[in-house]
């Protein structure tokens, strides 16, 4: 139906409300880069979809049951299962242990554990070796470094030509960067022609920084 409704939609700008609005329905998230904006600013409009899908990652991610049994609810949370009453046994009688009602002694219902329909599993731990950091803790701690350290000596140096703008950080955690040697092998030619050339005394610093990735 709503595909049906994309197709129909009047002008072209109909259509890209209506096909946004199904896909946030459908928990995406949209993120948009205006042609005008990236043809006149290519790198810093990458660097601003970089900051976005750094701060997206960095969000929970709630799982949601999207199918439901028939007759039931969301709100239906916990079920409890009741089994059949015990009967409890005759006075004199003979109770094994294979009896029916063995060891339930005066307790005539038993109920089970409560079932959690639509809770998800726990997520499995990542094993880290001891002083490992995950890539976006190590994105964190150049970004750090780049704030208090390569800005304070360079007060007035051009952030879009840092040798850690945020754009440099994703190519260098791309490419494990870990040896100053590497850096004209693995960091395309473009970027390196944009960076401020006096930062790159700070190779070792960075390259230290990242050895510490898991």
Sequence with gaps: MRRGCVHSAKSARDRDRLRETVLQDLGWNILRVWSTDWFSNPEGQTAKLVDDLFRLAEKPVVAEQLWVPHGATRDDDLVL??????????PGGDVGLDAPGA?????????TSTVVQGAPPPAPKVARAPGRMSEIEVANALRSFRDDVIFKEYPGSEPERCILRDLMISKILEARLDEPEQFNEKIPLWLRERTDQRQFKYLRNVCAIVEKMA
């Design 103 to 111: 060891g339930a002694g005066e307790q005539d219902v038993r109920a």
């Design 81 to 90: 299962d009741l089994q059949e009453p015990v009967e409890p046994a005759e």
